[in-house]
């Protein structure tokens, strides 16, 4: 008994020093691994991306809350190494299942231009009506169908007509008293003349001695019979309509102009035009005509091209789709994307831009400013360069994909919260004194002053001429490179313009611009409102910024003062 009680000490005391041992052996490489995880965390935590759970795009370098709806900030998944955190990555194999197909932007022709949409219509100058010249019965047609063509003096009906059979008997009777009485033969010559019996006709009456009981009604042009107003055996009265007859070698091509389009419509503007039924060919003419009245229920204004139609291919009432360049302007070379790599979202279009390398094809979202459309493309104005290369197939595909991956999408809002940049110095300087010459442009408008307005418009041109293009840091000029671009040409526009109403015009893409580049580039040491009036631009809505909450309205003036909203705040 006493064996086995000193035999389990024993296996105790061996039990301990082997704990003893193993704790030893282990803790100090624990240690060393939590410290190695340590470092881990503590150098992932240096690149480290916080993004919000509702909003995407938001891209922050450290924790906090989401500057949009306050919510506080989740790590972002981690990409690959050096890869763009805007960027979404898609492999080849992804790509063919999602169809995404890319091409290079490059130049086609183009210019300022509408497109717009049309019908085919008769010339009216080339329509006429072949009525009867004589009161009687229509004996026969000799035209039976509308869409028959027919010529000039064809004989197209026969008419029976007891006035012209007394007066056939009248000239004869006149006729034997000629001699004694020629002023008798006279008069009942021109009463046959008046019904358009012609003299050969009237001759071979006198000379056969006969009455006709029916005489043939002659086309008086030629053309296309619209309408067929009677049939065989109708009684007419003299001037009654038998048909509407149109010459379709020349017809008129009426556009539809609605009032934002007046402006860049004139007589002499170049237009081409397409039939569906006529694929691959293209009409061209010019704007011969503005209706001067618009419709009241349509709200559109005619624009007539007058067309040759060789051959009889243009058909009244066909449909067609036109471009109207603005002016006299020819098609000129000009940057140009497929409508199909265009993504909306409300007034922002973004397209996706591809770039890669030997880790793979990555896409990132890209603003652009698109100008008018020219058949399947729509004019780039900024936003992309030549030679970059953009999904114009599958682009709803990809802006899918960087939603799943937390990166900037259409549907994430705008991009301005994850890539904005702050400046210092001259620069910052050079733009607020922009921004202070833009809020007192506004504030003329707002009172109806057009010679201040003017004034302060000229100031914000010399504003935006002393900035220093080449100062700004690396990271900021491609973006201020776009932007200047934008401003450059409103505020020259807006400077120009000739009248407060067309200065209200060319107000709203600069505000756009001047929005940007307050949100962008972080140039405001005070709170920036911006305000919205939805009536503004034709009821399409348009922006402002406001050095107050209080909504002054430059668009309308004193019209409507306080027409509008507070729709975001820049601090």
Same mark, same amino acid.
Request: charge should be negative.
């Given at each position: ?244 007859? !149109? %010459? *379709? ?9 609605? $009032?934002?389009? /007046?402006? &860049?419509?004139? @007589? ?99 603003? !652009? %400013? *698109? ?9 780039? $104005?900024?936003? /992309?360069? &030549?030679?970059? @290369? ?182």
């Amino acid at each position: 008994m006493e064996n086995i009680f000193k035999n389990k000490w024993v296996m105790f005391l061996l039990a301990f020093v082997a704990g003893g041992l193993l704790v030893w052996a282990v803790l100090p490489d624990s240690e060393s691994k939590s410290e190695q995880s340590e470092h881990r965390h503590d150098h992932t935590e240096e690149d480290q991306i916080w993004t919000c759970s509702m909003h995407p795009s938001v891209r922050k370098n450290e924790p906090g809350d989401c500057p949009i709806c306050g919510m506080e900030l989740i790590p972002a998944e981690s990409g690959d190494e050096g890869l763009d955190p805007d960027a979404v990555k898609m492999s080849e194999t992804a790509m063919k299942l999602a169809n995404v197909q890319t091409a290079v932007v490059g130049m086609s022709e183009g210019s300022e231009s509408l497109s717009l949409t049309g019908k085919v219509m008769p010339d009216e100058r080339l329509s006429n009506t072949q009525s009867s010249h004589v009161p009687g019965r229509v004996e026969e047609l000799l035209v039976n169908y509308t869409g028959e063509r027919i010529g000039k003096n064809q004989v197209i009906a026969r008419i029976y007509s007891p006035e012209l059979v007394t007066a056939q008997r009248e000239l004869l009777r006149a006729a034997m008293m000629s001699e004694t009485q020629p002023s008798l033969l006279k008069a009942a010559k021109q009463k046959l003349r008046n019904w358009k019996i012609s003299e050969e006709e009237i001759d071979e009456i006198i000379s056969s001695a006969n009455v006709r009981e029916t005489f043939p009604v002659k086309s008086d042009a030629g053309g296309t019979v619209l309408k067929k107003l009677v049939d065989e055996g109708d009684y007419v009265k003299e001037g009654q309509a038998l048909f509407e007859v !149109v %010459d *379709l070698s020349r017809v008129w091509v009426m556009i539809d102009l609605y $009032e934002k389009h /007046l402006s &860049k419509v004139s @007589e002499g503007s170049q237009v081409e035009f397409t039939v569906p039924s006529l694929p691959g060919e293209v009409f061209k003419g010019e704007v011969t005509f503005l209706d001067p009245v618009m419709n009241a229920q349509s709200r559109v204004v005619k624009a007539r091209v007058v067309v040759e139609n060789k051959g009889g291919k243009l058909k009244p009432e066909m449909l067609v789709n036109a471009v109207v360049y603005a002016g006299d302007d020819q098609p000129q070379e000009q940057l140009s994307v497929p409508k199909s790599a265009v993504l909306w979202t409300g007034k922002r279009s973004v397209v996706y831009v591809k770039t890669a390398d030997e880790q793979g094809v990555y896409f990132r979202m890209r603003e !652009v %400013d *698109l100008g008018p459309a020219v058949g399947d493309s729509y004019a780039v $104005e900024s936003g /992309l360069e &030549k030679g970059e @290369e953009i999904a114009v197939h599958g682009a709803f595909s990809v802006d899918a994909a960087a939603q799943l991956a937390s990166k900037p999408s259409m549907m994430s809002g705008s991009m301005e919260s994850s890539s904005d940049f702050r400046l210092s110095g001259i620069i910052s300087d050079k733009l607020e004194g922009m921004i202070e010459n833009y809020l007192a442009l506004k504030n003329a408008l707002v009172n109806d002053d057009f010679a201040k307005a003017q004034s302060e418009a000229s100031a914000m041109s010399d504003s935006f001429e002393e900035i220093p293009q080449n100062e700004f840091p690396e990271e900021a000029r491609e973006e201020w490179s776009r932007l200047a671009d934008k401003l450059s040409k409103s505020v020259k526009t807006t400077e120009s313009a000739s009248d407060i109403e067309n200065m209200r015009k060319h107000f709203q893409p600069l505000s756009d611009g001047m929005i940007h580049l307050a949100r962008k580039f972080k140039s405001v040491s005070d709170t920036l409102y911006v305000q919205h009036c939805p009536m503004a631009d034709n009821n399409n809505g348009a922006d402002w910024l406001s050095s107050e909450d209080k909504v002054l309205n430059p668009y309308f003036g004193s019209a409507m003062l306080s027409c509008g909203e507070v729709t975001d705040e820049i601090k």
